[in-house]
């Protein structure tokens, strides 16, 4: 029986890893659970799969959580040391980071301490403190096990080959709702179009990550601290979202992973690794389909993707800023302060302002998260 704390459990991770978990009663515990402020979806998890300890970020409803599970026997904790908590649970075996941005940074690091192996899909944690997670993951032989899609297929191609035979990581990226868009059409993209995305169904953030391909921009500076930072990663456009990333070897062989777009397969893979669970979702129908298809992505209409490997090419400090400024400007986006277009703007010019330091110390991260934070506010407060 493996014992699983669970972090962001009410977001669309956090639901598809409870929904496989729910498939394998005999196989997997929670263990420990937090979320963010959908009290009431908490509640009824909690109910459900009745774990020892829970923590709510949003402490203003603490008091409403405790009077939803008043008849249960859990302990309830709330606020940013509350996910620390479940992260570094003793009794769990494998920590799931279901969290979105880099409030996922911290218990990633506090489940590594604690000698836990954790199964990553908040990419954010890699992605500003990628070193330094990545040190804490040596010093306690914990494992970091992937959930992306993407990165799941790679470290599942990658099964028992060396790092010197790869040639290239290809990433594979469905382009989101804009792309065959001219110029012109982005222009004027209401939030309603972006947070169509025709393949996945994700959280609010990440979908429109998807919409400007931040969100592989970020996949692509946490392959190259997953894979190995001096990796030659490339980013093609898939549109159907079959094939989920390639590796291609130093012998010109290509290994690619496909699957249907379900984000229930890398997570239990994640679950069940090194091992696998039969399934109960459907089979790939290889023969219902005629095209799979191949583009090369438009940086111009899409610069946040140069942006992302700009950052890590700078590194230091650089790619913390990066994700701080997309998650304001993206926010900004969302309650309509700012047009779609605006977005890749405001975080060239933070990127533009900062000047990088080494990361030495947790702390260098946060304070350039923070500046990042501040600055981007500023750019987005001043009318353009």
Not at 14 to 19: W, Y
Not at 194 to 223: C, F, Q, R, V
Not at 289 to 316: H, V, W, Y
Request: with cysteine; aromatic share 6%; glycine share 4%.
């Amino acid at each position: 029986m493996k014992k699983i704390s669970l972090l962001g459990s009410t977001g669309s991770i956090g639901v598809n890893t409870l929904d496989v978990v729910e498939r394998y009663p005999e196989k997997f515990q929670v263990c420990a659970l937090s979320a963010g402020s959908n009290v009431e979806l908490f509640a009824r998890q909690i109910r459900k799969f009745k774990p020892t300890l829970v923590a709510l970020f949003d402490v203003t409803k603490i008091d409403i959580l405790k009077e939803l599970v008043a008849d249960l026997d859990v302990e309830i904790i709330s606020g940013p040391e509350g996910l620390v908590s479940v992260a570094s649970f003793l009794d769990a075996d494998l920590v799931v980071s279901g969290v979105v941005g880099s409030a996922g940074l911290l218990p990633a690091l506090s489940a590594l301490r604690a000698g836990k192996n954790l199964a990553l899909a908040n990419k954010e944690t890699l992605v500003i403190a990628g070193e330094l997670v990545l040190q804490e993951a040596e010093l306690t032989n914990a494992k970091v096990i992937p959930i992306d899609s993407e990165h799941s297929a790679i470290f599942q191609a990658l099964n028992g080959e060396k790092p010197e035979r790869i040639k290239k990581i290809i990433l594979t990226a469905s382009g989101g709702p804009f792309r065959t868009f001219s110029l012109k059409q982005m222009e004027n993209i209401t939030v309603k179009e972006a947070l169509n995305h025709p393949n996945w169904s994700m959280g609010a953030k990440i979908t429109i990550d998807s919409s400007t391909m931040m969100n592989k921009g970020l996949e692509y500076i946490e392959a190259k601290w997953l894979f190995g930072v001096n990796t030659n990663v490339e980013v093609i456009v898939h549109a159907q979202s079959i094939i989920h990333s390639m590796i291609e070897f130093v012998d010109t062989s290509i290994i690619a992973q496909l699957g249907i777009p379900d984000m229930r397969v890398p997570i239990a893979y994640a679950l069940t690794y090194p091992d696998r669970f039969v399934s109960e979702l459907p089979s790939l129908d290889l023969a219902s389909m005629s095209d799979l298809t191949f583009e090369a992505p438009d940086l111009e209409r899409f610069p946040c993707l140069q942006l992302a490997m700009d950052a890590m090419k700078i590194g230091e400090t650089m790619p913390a800023v990066l994700n701080a400024a997309n998650e304001v400007a993206v926010q900004a986006f969302l309650e309509e302060q700012i047009p779609y277009k605006e977005i890749s703007e405001i975080i060239r010019m933070v990127m533009h302002n900062h000047r990088p330091v080494p990361l030495k110390e947790i702390q260098n991260i946060l304070d350039a998260d923070l500046w990042a934070r501040e600055e981007s506010t500023k750019i987005i407060a001043v009318p353009h």
